[in-house]
Each structure stands twice: as structure tokens, then as C-alpha cells.
């Protein structure tokens, strides 16, 4: 449970660097019996009262544990912000914005989200009542355009997947509050994480993080949090959420607290392996087009010089050839393992037209530039010539032919 008194740091932790934060924040020894140095998990649901109705601190898991609060107290301190809430998964802490609606309410969405957003929308909240449109949110323009009497959540990511857009945080949440203050600016911060941007200060209203990804770090637990300033909307949220019981496990809050501690160490390493691995790409005959955020050509190199302070270890590329060879590159991969996902310390790749986004029609993927060569990376901490070995003995494997060798089109969005 994270009340005001909870939500503001102790003096010595609010002006300490990002790193020692997610060392610290959160972490008080004095809280705990024999002052445990890391947090123990409390595996109680329940917990002794003083007197019937005299709670000291918790009282029953759905309403909040100890370890929880540990783990939101460091997530509000890694944004700089009020409040945060920690979910049973990304969905569960998007779901629980959806479920701030009613129905008739309208929810103005960017055209490249995660699919399960796209799914949750189109299929869930479309059951319930609520309106959606799916728009493309690069120009700001089609925003305003699409802003209804009745939209209550703007909703977007600040990098696209798997095509790697950048979207103006700011301009965006601008451009909303300057139709109605009233309306709700969310954005997944899944992909950038709080150590290269804090989407608060830009002006949105509300944070979404998946923290099975990068904060997390080791692929073992399934979280999700909400982090946010305003307090009438964590006050409805709570509500929603000790009510309904979309709740993490204690065990679960114990991994990702625990993973978060490197946060800062992991996303320095995964930026620069992610770098030598685009520049490999890029140069490599038999890759047509490589999406980084980190090349100085990125088509929205303004933004991110102002928005974000690093790169993170996604990109994904296009390669010379179609499906059979797309596979037979993924096939061919002895250290990237072939999955879904990203953020973690082991390197993965997935083929988007088969995996993350299958569930789309062709056209909605051509749309969005989802072709059959499109690989995407998530490059994780290993030795980087390694990953760069493994890379290029599976290009030369896939069966694509060399740039200079093509005749006709190859799809390159
Ligand atoms: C950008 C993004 N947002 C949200 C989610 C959902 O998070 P979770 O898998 O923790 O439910 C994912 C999962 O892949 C994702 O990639």
C-alpha cells in the first residue's frame, strides 16, 4: 500500500543519482525485525491487527504487503514521481487504465502499440462498451483531428515495435491537454525505461512499464506496474485494483526488485552492444535496412537528442531475401535464442510476421511495415564479437543473396 505519507522519499534519497536510487529507494532496513539488508518476501495474505479495525500497516495481500511496497516506493523514485502501483503483468496494469473508462468513453490509440494492446482494445474493451480508434500518431496533426467530445485516454509508445519510431512525448501530451485537461496521456515506457527517459516530466499523465522487460532484466517474472502524479486517478486505480485483485505475488515483487538494482548497469551495456550490432548490420551485404534508434540518421534524431539520454538493445532489420530465408536465419542462430519478448540479459530474436505480431492481417502488417524479411533483435549482455560471429555465420546460413546480386524488389518499409 503506498499512501502519501509512503509516496515521499526520505530527505537523504531525493537528490541522489539514478543508480543509487534503485539501490536505495525503497530499501529501509529499520523497517524489518532483524533490519534485513535485502527485503524479505512476505509470504503472509494476512497480518495481525492491534485491535479489531486498529491496522498498523497491512491487513490482508489484495490490499498491499510489505515487499510490494518496497518495489513502488523504488519505482516512484526511478520517475521522480507521486505514485505507483505494480500489477500481474503489463496487460493487467493496461487493463486497469482501460477499466478508468465507461462505456461510450473513447480511447484515441497510436497505430504501431504492442499487438496485446491492440488485442485488448479491439476485442476486450470493444465488449465493454468503449470506443477506440487506431491512428498514426507521427504527425501530431492527425491528434487533434481524432480527439473526440467523449476521449478520455490518449494512449502511446514512446518507441515503436518492432520498426523502432519515435514518437514526441511531449508534443504529443501538448497537443492533447491543449484540446482538454481532463483527458488521460499514457505512454508504455517499456522500451526506453526510466534510466533514458521519464515520460512525467514531457507531461503525460500516466506511465505504463511491462517489468517482465529490461526492468526486470532476467526473463523470470511476469509484472507490469502503473506510475503516475495525479492523485485522483491513483486513488480510482487502487480502489480498482485491491477490489478486482490484479495483484502481483510477493515472490514476484521479490525478483523484480531484486532485478531492478542493475537497471542502470544493464542499459549502459545493452546500449553499446546494441550499437556495434547495428553498425555490423548495417554494413553487412546482405541486410537492406537496419532500424536503431542510436544512427545519427534516425528520421527522429531531433526528438530523441532531446528526449532521450541512451539507447536501449532493440533494433530490427530487413534482409535480402523472404520467409524461407528469414526462418532459416533464425534457425541458424546459436546464441540468440528464438522468442518473444525483449530486455533481458540473453540475447533473442524474433521474426515479427510470425511471432509478436502473427495475429495481424497482411495488410495491417504491410501497413505498418511488417514484411516477411523483417528480423528483430533484442541484444542482451553477452561479449559482442560473439553475438557478431553468431550474426554473420547465420546471414551467410539464411540463403539471402548479396545486395549487389538482386534483381527486382525486396520489401523495405
Ligand atoms: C511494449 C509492450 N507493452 C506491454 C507488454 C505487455 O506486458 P506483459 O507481457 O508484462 O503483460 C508487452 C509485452 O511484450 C510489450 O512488449
Known sequence: MCDDDTAIPADHEKDLAFGTKLIHSGNHP???????????????????????????????????????????????????AKYALVYSSGMSATMSMVS????????????????GTYRLLSIIAKQAGIL????????????????????????FESLSNPLMRVL??????????????????????SFITPYFQKPLNLGVDVIMYSLSKYINGHSDALMGALVTNNKELYDKLYVYQYTCGNVPSSFDCYMVNRGLKTLHVRMEHHMKN??????????????LKVNYVGFPDHPQRDVINKQFTGYTGLLSFYINGGLKESVKLLESLKLFYITVSFGCYESLAALPTKMTHASLTDEQKYSIGIYENLVRLSIGLEYVQDLIDDLNQALEASGAKDKTNTTGSINVY
Not at 478508468?100 to 499487438?115: F, R
Not at 546494441?274 to 541486410?287: G, N, T, Y
Open 274 to 287: 546494441a550499437f556495434v550490432v547495428a553498425q555490423f548490420l548495417r554494413s553487412h551485404p546482405k541486410v
Open 100 to 115: 478508468m473508462l465507461a462505456p461510450g468513453d473513447h480511447i484515441l490509440c497510436s497505430s504501431d502499440v504492442y499487438g
Open 30 to 80: 529499520d523497517e524489518w525485525t532483524y533490519k534485513d539488508v535485502i527485503p524479505p518476501i512476505s509470504l503472509s495474505t494476512i497480518y495481525n491487527a492491534e485491535s479489531p479495525g486498529v491496522i498498523q500497516n497491512y491487513e490482508y495481500t489484495r490490499c498491499g504487503n510489505p515487499i510490494r511496497s518496497v518495489l513502488e516506493k523504488c519505482l516512484m523514485a526511478m520517475d521522480n
Open 132 to 155: 477506440f480508434d487506431f491512428i498514426d500518431f507521427i504527425n501530431t496533426e492527425n491528434i487533434v483531428q481524432n480527439i473526440k467530445p467523449n476521449t478520455k485516454l490518449v494512449w
Open 168 to 189: 514526441d512525448v511531449k508534443k504529443v501530451s501538448d497537443v492533447v491537454h491543449r484540446i482538454r485537461t481532463d483527458i488521460l496521456v499514457a505512454v508504455d515506457n
